[in-house]
C-alpha cells in the first residue's frame, strides 16, 4: 500500500514538472491582469480642477469604516469673494453670499488595517474614493503603508 501510495505522489509530481510554469518571477516579469486589482484606495481628482480631490470632507468614509483605517480633518471654512452670488433677502437689500470652500486638510489611510471592503467607496455622497490598481507595494516597515491620500494633489499644485 505505502509502495502504490508512493508512486501515485510522483505521478502527480511528474506532471506537473513537465507543465508550463504559473509562477511569475516578479523582477523579470510582470502580471498583466492589474486593471481588476482592488488595491488601496485612492481620491478621485475634481473634474473642475485637477489639482484638487473631489472629496468635501463629509466623513461618511471614516463614520462607515468598520477598521477605522480612515482619517480625515476638514479645513477650516476660508470663505472667498470669488463667484459670490447676489441674493435678494426678505428686507429688500442685496446680500452677497459667499462660497466656502470645502475640502479635507489631511487625509490619511492607513492600509494595514483595511480589510478592502469597499463601504467608503459605495457610501461616498459625491464618489471621491476609488480603489487603486498598485499591486506591487512592499516595504521593511508598517508605518510604510500609512498613506497620505492628499500628497498626489500636493505636487501637482
Request: glycine share 6%; aromatic share 10%; net charge positive.
Amino acid at each position: 500500500m505505502g509502495l502504490w501510495s508512493l508512486v501515485v505522489g510522483l505521478k502527480v509530481t511528474g506532471t506537473y514538472f513537465v507543465r508550463d510554469q504559473v509562477t511569475v518571477h516578479y523582477p523579470r516579469n510582470e502580471v498583466d491582469n492589474l486593471a481588476s486589482f482592488r488595491g488601496p484606495i485612492e481620491l478621485v481628482e475634481d473634474p473642475d480642477d485637477p489639482a484638487k480631490p473631489r472629496c468635501i470632507a463629509c466623513m461618511t468614509c471614516v463614520s462607515i469604516c468598520p477598521h477605522e483605517c480612515i482619517t480625515v480633518v476638514r479645513k477650516k471654512p476660508a470663505k472667498t469673494e470669488e463667484g459670490a452670488d447676489k441674493k435678494e433677502s426678505r428686507s429688500g437689500k442685496d446680500e452677497v453670499k459667499k462660497k466656502v470652500s470645502k475640502g479635507p486638510a489631511t487625509f490619511t489611510y492607513d492600509y494595514t488595517r483595511c480589510c478592502l471592503c469597499g463601504f467608503c467607496m459605495e457610501n461616498c455622497p459625491v464618489h471621491s474614493i476609488h480603489f487603486s490598481n498598485r499591486g506591487y507595494l512592499a516595504g521593511f516597515d508598517k508605518n510604510a503603508f500609512v498613506f497620505d491620500l492628499l500628497e498626489q494633489f500636493k505636487t501637482r499644485e
